[in-house]
T-cell receptor, first 115, second 112 residues
Framework: KQEVTQIPAALSVPEGENLVLNCSFT??????LQWFRQDPGKGLTSLLL?????REQTSGRLNASLDKSSGRSTLYIAASQPGDSATYLC??????????????FGQGTILTVHP | DAGITQSPRYKITETGRQVTLMCHQT?????MFWYRQDLGHGLRLIYYSAAADITDKGEVPDGYVVSRSKTENFPLTLESATRSQTSVYFCASSEGASQPQHFGDGTRLSIL
């Protein structure tokens, strides 16, 4: 059974810092890895989706990398801003068997960026 | 407006009652999903649907029923609500099995 772990559980940084959020998964038989953002009382907003054949994806100040062999993904946020404050979730897309197409989520990293 | 909407946003009910959570999407996405989000467990898949009239169980389906008679709607029914079903429920949709999932704003359900 796939398990996804996110470290750290919470992170507080001053504005302007570059930061890295970590995601690890136990079963490397995935075909996508997706990062989401969740604001309080809201649903999830998709940030980046990395296909298994890719190593990374970039969108603006966000860069996500994927290393299937080590079961790890990282989300890099450059020049953080107070508006980046949210919970960040990673989700592994499971391949094969009865888990095909289903996401397994980590429990998230709560990010606070101070002005 | 285009998107995915859930209703109601908040619901309080009693144990043993039947309650239905609604999900509607305007993109004509094939896939739709129901998740629940709980502290300590994160998001877990309850049911999903690959197309109208096609549904399948996720990780935690017990106590829930779904139907999908139309592509745009995917209601979730708790036939006899229990306190353990108190949670925040999210609906999502995607164009295909390997396409990004788009989420609604959730329904916060409390069962007393």
């Amino acid at each position: 059974k796939q398990e996804v772990t996110q470290i750290p559980a919470a992170l507080s940084v001053p504005e302007g810092e570059n930061l890295v959020l970590n995601c690890s998964f136990t079963d490397s038989a995935i075909y996508n890895l997706q990062w989401f953002r969740q604001d309080p009382g809201k649903g999830l907003t998709s940030l980046l989706l990395i296909q298994s054949s890719q190593r990374e994806q970039t969108s603006g100040r966000l860069n996500a990398s994927l290393d299937k062999s080590s079961g790890r993904s990282t989300l890099y946020i450059a020049a953080s801003q107070p508006g980046d404050s949210a919970t960040y979730l990673c989700a592994a897309w499971n391949a094969g068997g009865t888990s095909y197409g289903k996401l397994t989520f980590g429990q998230g990293t709560i990010l606070t960026v101070h002005p | 407006d285009a998107g995915i909407t859930q209703s109601p946003r908040y619901k309080i009910t009693e144990t043993g009652r039947q309650v239905t959570l609604m999900c509607h999407q305007t993109w004509s996405h094939s896939y739709m999903f129901w998740y629940r989000q709980d502290l300590g467990h994160g998001l877990r898949l309850i049911y999903y649907s690959a197309a109208a009239d096609i549904t399948d169980k996720g990780e935690v389906p017990d106590g829930y029923v779904v139907s999908r008679s139309k592509t745009e709607n995917f209601p979730l029914t708790l036939e006899s609500a229990t306190r353990s079903q108190t949670s925040v429920y999210f609906c999502a949709s995607s164009e295909g099995a390997s396409q990004p999932q788009h989420f609604g704003d959730g329904t916060r359900l409390s069962i007393l």
